[in-house]
């Protein structure tokens, strides 16, 4: 393994035996820690980190979003839990074709998918967790009702997006107070989340999708000309299911079946294992080229024919058939870049990732999003609740298969992984950062595999990825390495804003260790005991 420079500024990674996790924000980690060290379990703790972020956190992630998680119980098998909220049973394509609209514009009502998240915190706490929604999210409760303190990556979000809730009064009220938005350092509480999330703790999912919090919410949807009815609310229903993978160099990558982009992540990782990234002769131009390559590969893959599973043309099987990969493979040229190919996505980075392995062998890695910014920044003040915008991942493309349509799952970004040997998890990991997942799970990887950084490390070194036709590289990148990846065809530009946040935990089956890894370019921190 490789060493990390002591004399260079960085952080090493946390190591524990009993109990690890990590997320990106240090009162979150904190929190997930108490619910273990109380008696509760990894999927305890890790629900009870992401709801204090969607408090803490209000840009990125809440109960107005959605969810998934890969879980492992100790000894068994991964399964996945997808929380992702469906179109309205109303919203047809026609109707959006009718007004004039091309695409789901991203800060409007058109764009907002019911919220599945809760569904899934309680369908996970009610089948693999131990406390009960009554203890787990009491951090979240307290943090909500009497306030929490802006620290410095979330206040430079903030503050770069708070244009994104100014055409809604009621969210300028509670998140930009005097008109402005907080700095490091403020205090805000939102008492009517706190309302919300304590009588999710007593009743469960009714306590969101029905009653007083659905009429509020419902209220302030269709006031704005949304499709949403209370039985768009009521059908809400996480579903579970066995997980998707692939090898990568002795290794299986688990990622969660779509409508989620996971399967990008396994395309990249078979691409790429037809590379000896290994090899130390390979320069920081190579691999960035290679990765950048191997991005346009799979994200065609992925934008052509990843949907609802319902609606997809090809399965998955079918875009990880091996001569179909090899011959993908073939076409990435060392020398030249190919043509640009510009996502039909719509880019964003605002997301929350969380990762607990507790005492017992149990394993969760969790994601949670309200996509956008403050989502639709459409807030709803009685429920307290930021109503994410994840219906501009839909297309107005007539037989396409993410085309929008009634009850239906849009193509999600986010997406949770663990990587296995033989039949046990080594490690679980999330990159959040909207469309760079798939490629920040490769990068990540390869990282750990191929050049044998602990995951620290591997989640500290500089990144770069492929998006709208040209590669986007972190200024911690050489001058001379953007040189020469021009030199090869590719389009460059710095990047304005860090690339992605990694959150890891691997475990050492052999030595009964654990490791924690908590990006750099987040507030957050892993800690153990």
Not at 41 to 57: K, T
Not at 120 to 147: F, K, N, V
Not at 160 to 171: I, Q
Request: contains cysteine; negative net charge; charged residues 20%.
């Amino acid at each position: 393994m490789v060493e990390r420079d002591f004399m260079k500024p960085g952080k090493s990674v946390a190591l524990a035996e009993h109990a690890m996790v990590a997320t990106s924000h240090p009162q979150a980690t904190l929190a997930a820690l108490d619910i273990l060290r109380a008696g509760g379990n990894a999927v305890d703790a890790a629900i009870g980190a992401v709801a204090l972020q969607g408090v803490i956190d209000p840009h990125m992630t809440g109960i107005g979003g959605d969810c998934f998680a890969l879980y492992t119980p100790a000894g068994g098998a991964p399964v996945a839990v997808n929380g992702s909220g469906r179109a309205p049973a109303a919203a047809t394509a026609d109707h959006f074709r009718d007004k004039g609209m091309t695409s789901i514009p991203d800060g409007t009502v058109d764009a907002v998918t019911v919220p599945g998240a809760v569904d899934a915190w309680c369908r996970l706490s009610e089948t693999y967790g131990r406390a009960g929604l009554d203890r787990i999210l009491q951090p979240a409760i307290a943090a909500a009702e009497t306030g929490f303190t802006i620290t410095p990556r979330v206040a430079l979000d903030w503050a770069r997006y708070a244009d994104r809730l100014a055409p809604y009064p009621a969210s300028v009220a509670q998140f930009l107070p005097g008109g402005r938005a907080p700095v490091t350092g403020n205090r805000l509480a939102n008492p009517a989340l706190a309302r919300t999330l304590r009588n999710i703790a007593r009743a469960g999912r009714e306590a969101f999708y029905e009653g007083e919090a659905v009429d509020d919410m419902l209220s302030v949807l269709n006031r704005l000309g949304g499709l949403h009815t209370a039985e768009d609310f009521a059908a809400t229903a996480a579903t579970v299911s066995p997980t998707i993978s692939a090898p990568y160099r002795g290794y299986t990558l688990h990622e969660c079946p779509p409508n989620g982009q996971g399967i990008a992540a396994l395309i990249m990782a078979r691409l790429l294992d037809g590379f000896d990234l290994a090899d130390p002769s390979l320069s920081a131009t190579d691999r960035i080229h290679i990765l950048a390559e191997a991005t346009k590969t799979a994200y065609r893959q992925r934008d052509a024919f990843v949907a609802d599973p319902d609606a997809m043309t090809v399965t998955v099987g079918d875009l990880l058939d091996e001569a179909r990969i090899a011959a993908l493979r073939d076409r990435i040229s060392m020398d030249r870049a190919s043509d640009p190919a510009d996502l039909d996505m719509p880019v964003h980075r605002d997301t929350v990732y969380v990762s607990v392995a507790d005492g017992d062998g149990n394993v969760i890695s969790l994601i949670n999003s309200v996509f956008f910014a403050f989502g639709s920044g459409i807030y709803a003040p009685k429920a307290g609740v930021l109503f994410q915008n994840r219906g501009c991942g839909f297309s107005l493309e007539a037989g396409h298969p993410n085309e929008i349509g009634p009850s239906k799952r849009p193509f999600h970004t986010i997406i949770p992984a663990m990587l296995f040997k033989k039949d046990k998890p080594v490690l679980s990991f999330g990159v959040m950062g909207g469309q760079y997942q798939a490629t920040g799970h490769a990068h990540f990887i390869s990282e750990v595999i191929d050049r044998g950084f602990d995951i620290q490390m591997a989640s500290d070194q500089p990144r770069s990825f492929f998006t709208e036709g040209a590669i986007s590289l972190e200024p911690t990148i050489d001058d001379t390495v953007r040189a020469e990846l021009e030199a090869r065809g590719h389009r460059t530009r710095w990047a304005d804003e860090p690339l992605g946040g990694c959150q890891a935990v691997r475990i050492d089956h052999e030595r009964g260790v654990l490791w924690g890894a908590s990006d750099h370019r987040k507030d957050g921190i892993a800690l153990g005991y």
